[in-house]
């Protein structure tokens, strides 16, 4: 018998091609909407103004949401960064999806870049699907699921073009000697440097860390190439799909982001003891990657503007997991008060800002308590068209991103599954959250039960007191997913 995955796929692509050539809208139609997504890295629940953030600045994320919406119970698909993304382009939860890991191939090298498990030919993707509409459509930043000479590259998935980072491993260094444009390496004018070292020199000595700097910042070239997109295609309705590589680390901004944070934070330098790159200032130097983000995303909203683009555009801002161990979650509060981090299936890292911002359409200054997740971008993208969604795991969040609460359908379940991390299992169903975690040491592991109304940060484990709940969990969890054709992973729900 076929597994649902795979019967999803088929039906993802007899659908995508009905829905080119049967009702579609015409291609030369000016007045269907652009779609712009961007797709901040390892940005944590709290690490922006709008969710509460006090140490750093972020006034073009923080108006983003002050003209549109924010939603306060989003998720992604996977707590790290391949896996999440891929949830979010084909629309299937971490217990479908083809990739539910980062599956590390080669190195940090540049003669060792392989990148990660690639998606398989043609994979139904939501930029495969939207071409089939007409839409022109273009993918810039980092990519993480297909290497060089890979069946996965971004061009053969459903991208007219790319720019970026193809290998996640390369994108610890924001100084590069290379980027691609679809398959084609573009050369940059920075010298290779070992992405993960330790520093050799006085930690409080600022030129003991040159070496780690280069020329040409990686972000500034990409967020380049997406102003080029929008200009490009300005005539025709157009999918950008941006995810820039901050505040991934390693810890490295171009000096003049540095400045305003210089001195603000005690600091003790970071001498690479635990990854990634030495740097003196860590705590200021995040900071101002978040805020050079701010400003990657202000530059995306201008352009809009400038090119009279606005008004049919709609723009979701979301991050692809929570934030990572390695930066100082606490004095930035970087989670918002929720459990886990980057890796962890509990809320802090799954649950993350989204904010969305359509002018004159998207009611300004409000605030959704919808439960939603990346999954279901695709079908909101096909209701938005008036459109009939392929079969995926999603469910459209169009009518509250409008504001008709009233009318929006809710999930019966989200599911989550991560061999990594010890093996973890979640679902969420209502306001119930189930959790299971070390399952690659005891695949049987007992339900954690969560009531996310009354304790959104996870402190208190109810399994005991409600049996009836977990019996509930537990059914969701062996019926919502599949076994991975690439991955094991030894589950034994009880």
Request: proline content about 7%; glycine content about 10%; overall charge negative.
């Amino acid at each position: 018998m076929r597994s649902r995955p795979m019967l999803l796929i088929t039906l993802c692509i007899v659908l995508s091609v009905v829905g080119a050539t049967d009702g579609r809208p015409d291609p030369a139609a000016t007045d269907r909407p652009n779609l712009v997504v961007l797709f901040a890295d390892d940005l944590g629940y709290g690490e922006i103004g709008a969710y509460g953030q006090q140490r750093i600045r972020t006034r073009r994320i923080d108006r983003l949401a002050a003209e549109g919406m924010r939603f306060t119970q989003f998720y992604v698909g996977s707590p790290v960064c391949a896996p999440s993304r891929a949830t979010l382009l084909t629309g299937l939860h971490s217990g479908h999806a083809y990739v539910r890991g980062n599956f590390e191939l080669g190195g940090f090298r540049d003669d060792e870049e392989r990148g990660q498990l690639a998606l398989l030919p043609q994979t139904p993707t939501v930029a495969r699907w939207l071409q089939r509409q007409g839409y022109a459509t273009g993918a810039v930043g980092k990519w993480g699921l297909g290497g060089p000479g890979s069946t996965g590259l971004p061009h053969l998935q459903g991208f007219d073009s790319f720019f970026g980072y193809l290998d996640q491993k390369q994108a610890h260094n924001y100084y590069p000697t290379h980027l691609w444009r679809n398959d084609e390496r573009v050369p940059l004018d920075n010298t290779y440097f070992d992405p993960h070292q330790r520093l050799k020199g006085d930690p409080d000595d600022s030129t003991a860390y040159a070496p780690f700097r280069g020329r040409e910042y990686a972000v500034d070239r990409m967020t380049d190439q997406a102003l080029a997109f929008l200009r490009q295609h300005r005539h025709e309705p157009f999918f950008l799909y941006y995810a820039p590589t901050l505040p991934h680390l390693a810890l490295q901004v171009p000096e003049a982001a540095l400045a305003p944070y210089e001195g603000q934070f005690p600091e003790t330098p970071y001498r690479g003891d635990e990854g990634y790159l030495p740097n003196r200032t860590p705590r200021a130097t995040y900071a101002a990657m978040i805020s050079y983000l701010d400003t990657q995303v202000g530059r995306i909203v201008d352009e809009l503007h400038a090119l009279g683009l606005a008004q049919n555009t709609l723009i979701l801002f979301t991050s692809d997991n929570g934030a990572s161990a390695n930066i100082d979650l606490e004095f930035f509060q970087s989670l918002g008060g929720l459990r886990g981090r980057k890796g962890a299936l509990y809320e802090g890292g799954i649950r993350v800002p989204f904010i969305a911002s359509w002018p004159g359409r998207i009611p300004a200054g409000t605030v959704s308590e919808h439960v939603a997740a990346t999954w279901d971008v695709w079908a909101t993208c096909a209701e938005l068209l008036g459109l009939q969604a392929p079969p995926t795991d999603g469910l459209s969040f169009l009518p509250a991103l409008l504001g008709r609460a009233e009318e929006q359908r809710a999930h019966d379940f989200l599911y989550w599954e991560f061999a990594a991390g010890g093996g973890q299992q979640a679902a969420r169903v209502g306001r119930w959250k189930g959790v299971r975690v070390s399952l690659n040491e005891n695949p049987q592991a007992p339900i954690e039960l969560y009531d996310l109304d009354a304790d959104p940060h996870e402190t208190r484990d109810l399994a005991s007191e409600h049996p009836e709940i977990v019996a509930r969990m537990a059914a969701t969890m062996r019926t919502a997913r599949t076994s991975s054709p690439v991955e094991a992973f030894n589950v034994v729900t009880p």
